[in-house]
């Protein structure tokens, strides 16, 4: 029986940054493997290294050392241009501070991935309004994002992530300004998202990696990794969903 191949396998990552002579390691030797199908949570004290680990993961950054492949393939052997039509096609990106588009409304906002992988403007416009109802922003399509509180541009940046369907889906603490409610349907949206049953378009299950320092959403892992000082310390199960 052949391995199954993980849809993301991060091997020995380190990386270190520096700035004006001063070195800062980030990641000191990280080991993850994340499955189709799974949710996992990435926490850990602020700066640990979870935003560097999850930008190494999507191929935003590179490693300094170790090997990290996506659905088997390793991002650093690809050219510049081929690693943008990957992550186009196959990751969705929450990022931490949301980087909606200033001038776009929240559908075009949303729409941008969906266009980028060849949907007409038109059925993209279309499927951004659908994905904003799922967020609770179905009357908020034409705001622009300075309309917008930092929990509804919060949404819009999760809703984008998912237009495409990736397969991969990074989220950079998703929940950080929502309220509980919002924090649960955008929560249950992403398990939906998760599958575990075949639920995406292509009929693949796919992989989520979650940074969140929220407890509350815990539950809603298949399981966390517990981060310090540029390591994974533990993996561990989450907690029992009350329902
Ligand atoms: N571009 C950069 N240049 C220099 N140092 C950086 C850079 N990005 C991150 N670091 C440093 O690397 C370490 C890890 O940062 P990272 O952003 O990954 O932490 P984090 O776990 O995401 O923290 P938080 O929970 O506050 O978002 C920190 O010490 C940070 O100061
Ligand atoms: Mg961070």
């Known amino acids: 029986m052949s391995e199954l191949v993980p849809a993301v396998r991060v091997r020995g990552v380190t990386k270190t940054f520096s700035t004006g ?10 080991d993850l493997d ?8 990435l926490v850990g004290p602020s700066g640990c290294g979870k935003t560097t680990l999850i930008s190494i993961i999507a191929g935003i950054l590179d490693q300094n050392a170790g090997s990290v492949t996506v659905f088997g393939h390793d ?3 690809l050219s510049a241009g081929q690693r943008t039509a990957f992550r186009c096609r196959h990751i969705g990106f929450v990022f931490q501070a949301y980087n909606l588009l200033p001038s776009l409304t929240a559908a075009e906002n949303v ?3 969906a266009i980028l992988n060849g949907m007409t403007h038109r059925q993209a416009l279309i499927k951004a309004g659908e994905l904003l109802d799922r967020v609770g922003l179905g009357d908020r399509r034409q705001s622009r994002p300075t309309q917008l509180s930092g929990g509804q541009q919060q949404r819009v940046a999760i809703a984008r992530a998912l237009i495409h369907d990736p397969p991969l889906i990074v989220c950079d603490e998703p929940t950080s300004a929502l309220d509980h409610r919002s924090g649960e349907q955008v929560m249950d949206l992403l398990r939906t998202v998760a599958g575990g049953g075949g639920s995406s378009a292509s009929g ?7 940074v969140t320092h929220d407890a509350r959403i815990f539950s809603y892992a298949d399981r966390i990794a517990r981060m310090d000082d540029g390591r994974i310390t533990a993996l561990e199960q989450p907690p029992e969903r009350s329902s």
């Open 204 to 210: 693949q299950d796919r992989a989520l990696v979650v």
């Open 21 to 30: 002579g001063i070195s800062t390691v980030a990641l000191a030797g990280v």
């Open 75 to 77: 991002l650093k052997t």
């Open 34 to 41: 994340v499955a189709a199908g799974e949710l996992l949570m």
């Open 111 to 113: 729409s941008i991935p």
